[in-house]
């Protein structure tokens, strides 16, 4: 038997806005943008190159979805972004105008930078 976790949900305002944060900013993939509803989308993205997890982006729907938008993990890191190429991910994103809250830093696991999504939401860029 082989399981694996397909997508995680991330809690957003807007479809379009979060497709063009995603998709310009960090320079993901937009993989499916599927209609369902008058008000609701199938969204994923991910990383370039990523055979993986794919993110979600879940439109919130309800007051207690909505609260939860852009602090889904109570102010901790939420999502771990692997590079193989820490410091061109890190100047590129930069110049993109990702938000970096703590400078990049060495530790045993590699080189860590963590940013903020444009909703807040905590990220490690690790490399």
């Known amino acids: 038997m082989s399981q694996h976790i397909s997508n995680i949900s991330l809690i ?13 900013k960090l320079q993901f993939t937009l ?9 609701k989308r199938w969204v994923r993205v991910a990383p370039p190159g990523s055979k993986g997890t794919a993110l979600l982006l879940a439109k919130g729907s309800t007051e207690e979805q ?3 938008v852009g602090n889904q993990t109570g102010g901790r890191v939420f999502l771990f972004l692997q590079s193989d190429d820490f410091w061109k991910d890190y100047n ?9 809250i703590r400078n990049p830093v060495v530790e ?5 930078a963590v ?9 490690d860029l690790v490399g």
Do not use: C, H, P
Request: charged fraction near 25%; proline fraction near 0%.
């Open 108 to 112: 045993s696991y590699g080189t860590v």
């Open 31 to 39: 993989i499916e943008d599927t209609v369902l509803s008058e008000t």
């Open 115 to 123: 940013f903020k999504d444009l909703y807040g939401n905590l990220w």
């Open 92 to 100: 590129r994103m930069l110049k993109a105008g990702v938000v970096f």
């Open 12 to 24: 957003v305002d807007d479809y379009d806005e979060a497709i063009s944060y995603f998709t310009q």
């Open 66 to 68: 909505l609260r939860r």
